[in-house]
Nanobody, 128 residues
């Protein structure tokens, strides 16, 4: 599975961005809904952290406390695409954002090592 994240950019405090992550490649007969998906981020000098995740069906979501009420994760299984709507952005949200996929489960992993596939990352910069 190949993941391509996009949608990052420079935005002022309080602004919004929508990240997308498109999945492609050989899935050995699997559909996109076979994969739980997650967003992680890594700020300069910090460890990678979980942002939000969604089950394969889309029926279960999970988010970090720092983004609850501001970020919304969703997916369109017909388009093989994952989204992260980010509102009311803060300078502390500045990071490279990565999407990740885990096959064969319908729960939402919050730990990076549980994900099998990773996208290349997209940079989000929030100016104060």
């Amino acid at each position: 599975v190949q993941l391509q994240a996009c949608g990052g950019g420079l935005v002022q405090t309080g602004g919004s961005l929508r990240l997308s992550c498109a999945a492609s490649g050989r899935t050995v007969g699997r559909t996109f809904s076979f994969y739980s998906m997650g967003w992680f981020r890594q700020a300069p000098g910090k460890e990678r952290e979980f942002v939000a995740g969604i089950s394969g069906s889309g029926g279960d979501t999970s988010g970090a406390d720092s983004v609850k009420g501001r970020f919304t994760i969703s997916r369109d299984n017909a388009r093989n695409t994952l989204y992260l709507q980010m509102n009311n952005l803060e300078p502390e949200d500045t990071a490279i954002y990565y999407c990740a996929a885990r096959g064969g489960s319908d729960y939402v992993p919050r730990v990076g090592v549980e994900y099998q596939y990773w996208g290349q990352g997209t940079l989000v910069t929030v100016s104060s």
